[in-house]
């Protein structure tokens, strides 16, 4: 009987299988963390305005971006103030005002509040004049020292400003054909022109108004002195800003203002068949046809 064969398993030994990227992936996490960790440790370091323009720019990267995604503009020097920042711009011009010993007795006569068009700052009037010389557009010297301390601190922010006008109803009778109008509307200029010579930029007003006595601060007492008074605003961003300069172009095109030229002789000619067929009906009805004007 034959010998069965002797069969021999070798085993070699090894250090296992490989173990696959999955090292890769998580490593790949923990320098994503880190770098999320450094970029949010920058972010509570650096200035209000930075943080508020890189939380605008995640909030609408379509609209923000072109204005604080790019070039110098991304440092958030040009973001405007909202209109949860205008409580602060508040809180900052009354601790100005506050500081300034001399200007003590003025503080009653200042009155801000922030309303649906922007931070209010009225300058009022009492019954001896305060800001104004009774009847008269020139500023007198607190009127000089309240704008100017004013617009140093608004000229920091990149908001517009418009300037109001405002009289009481008793009529002026210092100059002929001059009335409360042009006295409100002399006033608010002067304001203008003082607050842009003493740090409010000449792009930064976009307004000037005079209301007379048309908006009255004490509806109750037209007489009542604080009805004399300066206004100036601090306006919200307005969000349309973009499209305002495309406006132009779409109320033509919706109102119809004018032809394609190419289209002219094209109309032309549709007008005068249209009025042809009008005079054969007219001449077929026994009416006389008129010549048609060239």
């Known amino acids: 009987m034959p010998t ?20 890769k992936v998580a490593y790949a996490d923990f320098v994503t963390a880190m770098m999320a960790l450094f970029i949010v440790l920058w972010l509570m370091n650096s200035s209000q305005k930075i943080q508020l323009a890189v939380g605008g720019y995640f909030k609408d990267p379509s609209g ?32 100005s005002i506050q500081s300034i010993t001399d200007l003590d007795k003025l503080k009653k006569n200042i009155e801000m509040t922030v309303t649906a068009e922007g931070l209010r700052i009225e300058l009022l009037e009492s019954e001896k004049g305060t800001f104004f010389d009774s009847g008269s557009s020139a500023l007198n010297k607190s009127g000089q020292e309240m704008l100017a301390l004013l617009a140093a601190e608004l000229g920091r922010v990149p908001n517009h400003v418009s300037v109001e006008g405002h009289t009481d109803a008793k009529a002026f009778t210092g100059k002929r054909s001059y009335s409360n109008w042009e006295l409100s509307s002399d006033r608010a200029n002067a304001a203008r022109r003082l607050m842009q010579q003493s740090g409010l930029r000449a792009d930064q007003v976009s307004q000037v108004r005079g209301f007379a006595d048309q908006r009255l601060r004490n509806s109750k007492d037209a007489m009542d002195p604080s009805n004399r008074r300066i206004s ?22 919706e109102s119809g203002g004018g032809n394609p030229p190419s289209a002219g002789p094209k109309a032309e000619s549709g007008i005068t068949g249209d009025k042809n067929e009008t005079l054969k009906k007219e001449a077929g009805r026994g009416g006389q046809p008129g010549r048609l004007l060239s």
């Open 232 to 253: 100036i605003i601090v306006q919200y961003v307005s969000s349309n800003n973009a499209d305002e300069t495309e406006s132009p172009r779409r109320d033509t095109k």
């Open 4 to 23: 069965p064969p002797i069969i021999i398993i070798k085993k070699k030994g090894s250090h296992g299988g490989h173990h696959g990227g999955a090292w």
């Open 64 to 95: 923000t971006a072109k204005k604080v995604g790019t070039g110098l503009a991304g440092t958030g020097e040009n973001l405007q103030l909202a209109k949860q920042d205008m409580a602060k711009l508040k809180v900052e011009l009354q601790k």
